[in-house]
Every structure is written in C-alpha cells, then in structure tokens.
C-alpha cells in the first residue's frame, strides 16, 4: 500500500488517455468477498504512506511495485480479502488520481474533484512475471478519509501473509522457470462490473 504519484499539472492529452489499453479489472481467489494485495511497510508498521492507502487487484503489479517483497521496508505482502459491496462503493466514489484534458472540464474542476473524493484510481502499465509492463494497463485504487474508515471498520473480512508464497513464485522467475512460476500465481479472473462502474474511471 502506498500513495500515487503527484498529478501533472500540464495534464494528460484526452486522446491519449482514451487510447490508452485498460484490462478489465482482475482480483484473485473468490467473488465473494474481494481479494486484493498490498504492503506493509514494517518500519513505520503502518499500510499506508503519505497519506492514502492503495490496494491493487493485481497480484504481478504488487510483486512489481514491492521487489517481490524485497525492497527496503516492503519486506511483507498481504492478501486483503474487502467485501465486494465495498470495493464497488470505493470504485463509484473514485476520480481518477490525474488530470485528463479535454476529460475534465478544466484543471481547477478536477482539484476539487479530487480533494472531495474519497478514494482516487490510476491505471498503471500491467507487469508480467520478470516485471516488464504489459501493453495493457491495471488499475490501482487509493484510499482516503471516510474510505479508509469503511475499509478498516466495515470491509475488511481478512488479511493474510502471503510473502513467503511471493518469495517462493520469485524463486522459480529468478531461476528461469517461468511455467512453475506461473502455475503458483494465485488466480484472477475479469471482475464483473456491472451498471457503468468503471465508466467515470474510463473517461
């Protein structure tokens, strides 16, 4: 878990955010509840940085994003199982997490968008096993304020620690057996959004 990048202020061109491939939303082991991944930073202890707190649905993102659990501080990472109701109410009260011009109406309309909402998205390149991006990208979810007080309170069914499995698929990449390293992976599948959840994080 950490904080996504500060916005450009020169923004992005809308043609090309709106060419730009998305996947379908991938999360792992089950419809009910949700499972996404994060990281604990074991100095401070705490899953978040800065200020937000992501969570990603994307298990190769995650192990791209901490080093396969081997960069300083990002030593641990965790399967966060949320309940689908929550992860959907984060996703409908989102804004993306940069500005898109000719997306928004103007630079000042997403400042307040952005500072009012509680939880952002951004749409990274996806990785693959030896952490080379994809030509697709994968959303990423932060959480702020009344977000992140549902998600402790009300979301959360379960944490586990699944870095020794992330040490155990890095193994297998780093020796150069990519099959056993991908038959480990823990299964995703496209996320079944339904009813325009994503249309305002699509543009």
Avoid at 69 to 79: D, F, S
Avoid at 82 to 89: C, M, P, S, V, Y
Avoid at 173 to 182: F, I, M, N, R, Y
Wanted: proline residues 7%; contains cysteine; aromatic residues 8%.
């Amino acid at each position: 878990m950490g904080r996504g990048q500060p916005a450009k202020s020169a923004g992005t061109d809308v043609a090309e955010y709106l060419h730009a491939p998305r996947s379908p939303v991938h999360a792992g082991l089950g419809q009910t509840p949700q499972s996404l991944w994060g990281r604990l930073h074991s100095l401070s202890g705490k899953g978040c940085e800065r200020g937000l707190t992501w969570i990603k649905p994307s298990f190769l993102w995650m192990m791209y994003r901490c080093g396969w659990a081997t960069k300083p501080g990002q030593e641990t990472v965790l399967a966060v199982e949320i309940t689908r109701d929550g992860f959907e109410w984060a996703l409908r009260n989102a804004c993306l997490s940069s500005y898109v011009r000719g997306l928004h109406p103007d630079l000042s309309s997403w400042q307040r968008e952005l500072k009012r909402s509680p939880a952002r998205v951004q749409w990274d390149p996806e990785r693959d096993l030896r952490s080379q991006p994809l030509p697709y990208r994968s959303l990423q979810l932060g959480l702020s304020g009344e977000a992140v007080q549902r998600y402790a309170d009300e979301w959360l069914v379960s944490i586990s620690d699944v870095t020794p499995l992330a040490r155990e698929i890095h193994a297998f990449v780093t020796s150069g057996d990519l099959d056993a390293a991908s038959g480990l992976l823990p299964k995703e599948t496209p996320y079944p959004a339904q009813g325009g959840l994503l249309a305002h994080l699509h543009g």
